[in-house]
C-alpha cells in the first residue's frame, strides 16, 4: 500500500463462524414461553404492592423491588405506542436471510398489562399506521417456545381507525 491512498483492493478473507448456542431462559420467562407455545396464551406477573403488570413476566418490580408471584392472564390485543418503518432491506440475523419491507417494529401495550412489549407489526398499508391504533397477536401454527416466531406477528385490528 503507497501513502495515504487506497489504490490497492482490500482482500476479503472466507469464514464460516458457526457459534450455536443456548441459554436458560428462568422460571418466570420458561413460564410465560411455555404458556404462549402450548395454549397460545400470554402471561405476565402482578406486583403485590402497586399491582402493577408485567409482561413477559420478571421477578422483582421495577418500582417496588418486591418479588411478584401472582401469574395473570395478559390479553393478546393490544395498543401500538410506537413504531418504526424500515424500508430498505437488511439480513435477519436469526435466519440468514433478507427481512421482508416493510418492516414495522412495534411498542405495544397488551389489555391488561403496564408493560410494553416489542414485536413485528404486519403492514399492508402505511396509511393505517398510527400510535394508539388497536393491534392484535398472530399465533405461528408451529410453536416452538420461542417469543419473536410463536407470535409470528401483530396485526391491526379491522376498523380501527
Ligand atoms: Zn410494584
Redesign the pocket.
Known amino acids: 500500500m503507497e501513502g495515504k491512498g487506497y489504490a490497492e483492493t482490500p482482500l476479503s478473507i472466507d469464514y464460516v463462524a458457526d457459534m450455536p448456542y443456548s441459554y436458560h431462559a428462568g422460571f418466570y420467562y420458561s413460564k410465560f414461553l411455555r404458556e404462549l407455545r402450548d395454549n397460545k396464551r400470554l402471561v405476565g406477573v402482578k406486583?403485590p404492592?402497586?399491582?402493577?403488570v408485567y409482561i413477559p413476566p420478571r421477578i422483582v418490580?421495577r418500582?417496588?423491588f418486591?418479588k411478584m408471584e401472582e401469574f395473570v392472564p395478559v390479553s393478546d390485543q393490544g395498543t401500538l405506542i410506537a413504531f418504526t418503518v424500515t424500508n430498505f432491506s437488511y439480513t435477519d440475523t436469526t435466519t440468514g436471510n433478507p427481512k421482508p419491507i416493510p418492516y414495522t417494529a412495534a411498542y405495544i401495550r397488551l389489555d391488561g398489562s403496564d408493560s410494553n412489549i416489542v414485536h413485528r407489526l404486519d403492514l399492508t398499508d402505511e396509511t393505517k399506521i398510527k400510535s394508539g391504533v388497536r393491534v392484535q397477536a398472530v399465533f405461528s401454527e408451529n410453536r416452538t417456545g420461542d417469543y419473536f416466531t410463536d407470535i409470528d406477528h401483530f396485526t391491526i385490528i379491522k376498523g380501527d381507525p
Not at 49 to 52: D, L, M, V
Open positions: 406486583c404492592a402497586c399491582r402493577k418490580c418500582d417496588c418486591v
